[in-house]
Antibody, heavy 121, light 110 residues
Framework: EVQLVESGGGLVQPGRSLRLSCAASGFTFDDYAMHWVRQAPGKGLEWVSGISWNDGSITYADSVKGRFTISRDNAKNSLYLQMNSLRPEDTALYYC??????????????WGQGVLVTVSS | QSALTQPASVSGSPGQSITISCTGTSSDVGGYNYVSWYQQHPGKAPKLMIYEVTNRPSGVPDRFSASKSGNTASLTISGLQADDEADYYCSSYTSISTWVFGGGTKLTVL
């Protein structure tokens, strides 16, 4: 059974940093691309970033480019999102999602339950 | 990276059919066959219902179908059931190797 478990969220002040983690199990992690998707309270889904199986392809939404960094450790079956210079508008539930392919192109077939990030002073 | 356009809400009675549209541009929906549809019940994670425009993952009922014409994709749910009441999102790969979601459609089963 595919499982994705996010962690690392919490309350953080504007301008500070936070690192999210996603522990994957139930599939061969290094065969698939991964994504981060977020959802602000009461709002729709927003794609944040995607990474290919071997880090060879990494892309970001304009809203986070230059502030967020996606990475993965295939030996640890883990996905990460380093979030710097956080803004109140980054407040959201952050989902880790598995892609159907090796590059982040085919679509997200499994999702974690999400981790809440709140940016407020 | 403008969001894809979906109707804010649709409704239908049990047993009826509804269709949700998703309009983008030639740089996303119209340019690639990488359109997905997701169902999200309140307080739950999204669930993949359709991938690559028309394909259903195993376990998704065949009451759910989808298509694409030009820059507009569509999701049709036939034989509406109470449990279909949820938010539905379309998503497309884009020409700049990113993904974009629609604003979401709230389906109400009357």
């Amino acid at each position: 059974e595919v499982q994705l478990v996010e962690s690392g969220g919490g309350l953080v002040q504007p301008g500070r940093s936070l690192r999210l983690s996603c522990a994957a199990s139930g599939f061969t992690f290094d065969d698939y691309a991964m994504h981060w998707v977020r959802q602000a309270p009461g709002k729709g889904l927003e794609w944040v970033s995607g990474i290919s199986w071997n880090d060879g392809s990494i892309t970001y939404a304009d809203s986070v480019k230059g502030r967020f960094t996606i990475s993965r450790d295939n030996a640890k079956n883990s996905l990460y999102l380093q979030m710097n210079s956080l803004r109140p508008e980054d407040t959201a539930l952050y989902y880790c999602a598995k892609d159907r392919g090796m590059v982040p192109t085919l679509g997200k077939d499994y999702w974690g339950q999400g981790v809440l990030v709140t940016v407020s002073s | 990276q403008s969001a894809l356009t979906q109707p804010a809400s649709v409704s239908g009675s049990p047993g009826q059919s509804i269709t949700i549209s998703c309009t983008g541009t030639s740089s996303d929906v119209g340019g690639y066959n990488y359109v997905s549809w997701y169902q999200q019940h309140p307080g739950k994670a999204p669930k993949l219902m359709i991938y690559e425009v028309t394909n259903r993952p195993s376990g998704v009922p065949d009451r759910f179908s989808a298509s694409k014409s030009g820059n507009t994709a569509s999701l049709t749910i036939s034989g509406l059931q109470a449990d279909d009441e949820a938010d539905y999102y379309c998503s497309s790969y884009t020409s700049i190797s990113t993904w974009v979601f629609g604003g979401g459609t709230k389906l109400t089963v009357l």
